[in-house]
């Protein structure tokens, strides 16, 4: 059974910092690419950033660009999301995902298996 479990949110000022991260299990990680995605209230839920299986190869969302770094360490099963300058609007439930293979995707309908999501708050 594939778990996804996300820890790491809460609540901070804007200009502050949290670090996510995401532990998997039942899968063999490193045959995964992984990726952040987060919702925020009334908001589609949108693509954050993602990691191919080596690490190798990372790509994020514009809004993202130097704020946010994916990361993983492929002998822990854990994938990070290093999220720094926070703003109010990245106020959302950031999940994790795992797809299969090692091209990095955008697009959430290619993720195989998601987490439950973590709380991120930012207050202004």
């Known amino acids: 059974q594939v778990q996804l479990v996300e820890s790491g949110g809460g609540l901070v000022q804007a200009g502050g910092s949290l670090r996510l991260s995401c532990a998997a299990s039942?899968?063999?990680?490193?045959?995964?690419?992984m990726g952040w995605f987060r919702q925020a209230p009334g908001k589609e839920r949108e693509f954050v950033a993602t990691?191919?299986?080596?690490?190798?190869?990372?790509y994020g969302a514009d809004f993202v660009k130097g704020r946010f770094t994916i990361s993983r360490d492929n002998g822990e099963n854990t994938v990070y999301l290093q999220m720094n300058t926070l703003k109010p609007e990245d106020t959302a439930v950031y999940y994790c995902?795992?797809?299969?293979?090692?091209?990095?995707?955008?697009?959430?309908?290619?993720?195989?298996?998601w987490g439950q999501g973590t709380q991120v708050t930012v207050s202004s």
């Open positions: 995902a795992a797809k299969k293979g090692g091209s990095r995707s955008s697009w959430s309908p290619t993720y195989d298996y």
């Open positions: 990691i191919t299986w080596s690490g190798g190869g990372t």
């Open positions: 039942g899968l063999t990680f490193s045959e995964y690419t």
